[in-house]
């Protein structure tokens, strides 16, 4: 019997020393997931991480598993928000469980990037860029290029195409692009996330596009902007809809959205391709949140509309820190109205 107390009691205190050792996770913690597009992960890692250190009784979580699959898990009630570079059709903000709405929270620029001897600055207009990812261009330095290019002296090297698997965010800007450049493209491929391309080498990430056009000399690929100036790899101008070459850059991106700004729909799902204006970069675009209106339970309502409120203010530094460009004062208003008639 002695025994039997004994190792009872011994039991008791071992239970309470692992009671005591072990963190307690505060019942009303809120943990919020959302899912999308990886183009601003690294920025939404940044956000969430912040402001889970400013606010501990919030966890928001996002993971970049595409944004078709976000809307997907919107739709079964397993996400509570999403996040990409399409603008959502009227089908697609009406067809959940509760209407969707939609807000931008950055801007962001796609940039054509290759691996040349020498490391040029080439200039590039959305016809060349069609009928080089159409396989009608197949070396360097073909007169249509050299065209572009005046005073630099192009190898004759064979163009290795490399493009994005899937459906990417990335995809859909680019031929959105080249789909209201070269009435070829628009004929043939068109504006699609996911679109049918006739050459080309198949890379699964933005990352991994980098990293294959990097290494292979010859190679042209198509990144977010900030990819390309994290990895140093050379990225050229592009003509935009007034004949002028640009380089992805804040003013050209600003000047993308001030172009667009006032002619911005309530639900604010426009294309920024191929603004007007001499300053414009021509292959803009804002990424945007898709989040039901209403169904959340309203602890959970309210900490998902402080996050993203926040993420438009105070979390536009972390934005230019990035290298993102952040809304321009007008539509970062309109957008956090948008947050706030959530339900």
Same mark, same amino acid.
């Given at each position: ?126 016809? %060349? ?11 360097? !330095? ?6 572009? !290019? ?59 596009? %980098? ?133």
């Amino acid at each position: 019997m002695r025994v039997a107390r004994t190792a009872r009691t011994l039991l008791q205190v071992a239970t309470l020393a692992v009671m005591v050792a072990t963190p307690v996770v505060a019942q009303d913690m809120i943990s919020l997931v959302g899912s999308g597009s990886n183009l601003a992960v690294s920025l939404y890692s940044e956000w969430t991480a912040e402001f889970g250190r400013q606010h501990p009784g919030v966890q928001v979580r996002y993971l970049g598993l595409g944004t078709s699959q976000s809307l997907q898990e919107i739709r079964q009630g397993t996400g509570d928000f999403g996040g990409g570079e399409i603008p959502l059709s009227e089908a697609q903000k009406h067809g959940a469980k509760s209407t969707l709405i939609q807000f931008p929270t950055v801007v962001l620029a796609i940039a054509p990037i290759y691996k040349l001897p020498g490391k040029p600055d080439l200039r590039f207009s959305g016809e %060349v860029l069609a009928e080089i990812y159409l396989g009608d261009i197949k070396n360097w !330095n073909d007169p249509r290029i050299a065209k572009l !290019n005046p005073g630099l002296t192009l190898p004759d090297l064979e163009i290795t195409v490399v493009h994005l698997s899937g459906v990417k965010g990335s995809n859909y800007i680019l031929t959105d692009f080249l789909s209201r450049t070269s009435p070829q493209w628009k004929s043939k491929i068109g504006k699609n996330a996911s679109p049918a391309w006739p050459v080309g080498v198949e890379i699964n990430r933005s990352e991994g596009m %980098v990293t294959k056009v990097g290494a292979t000399p010859g190679a042209i690929g198509y990144v977010e902007l900030t990819y390309a100036k994290r990895k140093d790899i050379g990225y050229g101008s592009v003509q935009n809809a007034a004949g002028q070459f640009v380089k992805a850059s804040g003013p050209g991106i600003l000047a993308a959205c001030a172009a667009n700004e006032k002619s911005l729909p309530e639900d604010l799902g426009v294309s920024l391709v191929n603004a007007p204006g001499k300053e414009s970069y021509p292959l803009v675009s804002f990424t945007w949140i898709y989040v039901p209106a209403s169904g959340l339970a309203p602890a959970r309502s309210r900490a998902l509309k402080d996050f993203w409120n926040w993420a438009l203010s105070d979390g536009q530094e972390i934005a230019n820190r990035l290298g993102y460009s952040e809304l321009p004062p007008g539509i970062a208003g309109k957008a956090k109205q948008a947050i706030n008639s959530i339900q």
